[in-house]
């Protein structure tokens, strides 16, 4: 998935952003499209961790970036020679299914004394359409942007 990949609109809340999105670039800005957004305790390991389930299948693949790197994308688009206009998909650079994740989360000092949530593979309905999608980051790329963690699994090494 790309700047250029169609987005599903029929939910209200992604049609909300859509319409942003295109108020933002009519009026010559950029937007940022952030995969979802972790540190060490905050994100999707924190939520189903603390509620001890996980919906949706266990090896989705769950696009990732932490708010540091989300931050530093900005930067990144604010301060670059060429001009930074359109949209920017903003990902680490590893996408991880549900149960890496988890996996990745109980290595730290944080959730580590936490057990493992149960894996609900039945879903539900935000996930039901498939096992995830696999981002393309490199417009953002192309400006000098550089996460600096690859993964969620190597933000937990070092946290």
């Keep these: 998935m790309d700047e250029d990949s169609v987005v599903d609109s029929e939910s209200p809340r992604v049609a909300k952003l859509l319409a942003a999105e295109r108020e933002v670039l009519c009026a010559g800005g950029s937007v940022v499209r952030l995969a979802g957004l972790y540190s060490i305790d905050r994100g999707a390991h924190s939520f189903w961790i603390k509620n001890g389930k996980c919906t949706g299948a266990s090896n989705g693949l769950i696009g990732l970036v932490s708010y540091e790197d989300a931050a530093s994308s900005c930067l990144t688009l604010l301060t670059c020679d060429a001009p930074a206009d359109g949209v920017y998909v903003v990902c680490d650079e590893v996408e991880q299914t549900r149960k890496q994740i988890v996996d990745s989360a109980l290595k730290t000092k944080m959730w580590g004394s936490y057990g493992a949530p149960e894996m609900d593979m039945a879903g539900d309905p935000l996930h039901a359409k498939g096992v995830g999608k696999r981002y393309d980051a490199s417009k953002i790329r192309s400006k000098g942007w550089v996460p600096k963690y690859a ?8 946290n």
């Excluded at 993964?151 to 070092?158: L, P, T």
Aim: glycine letters at 0%.
């Design 151 to 158: 993964s969620f699994d190597e933000f937990c090494e070092q």
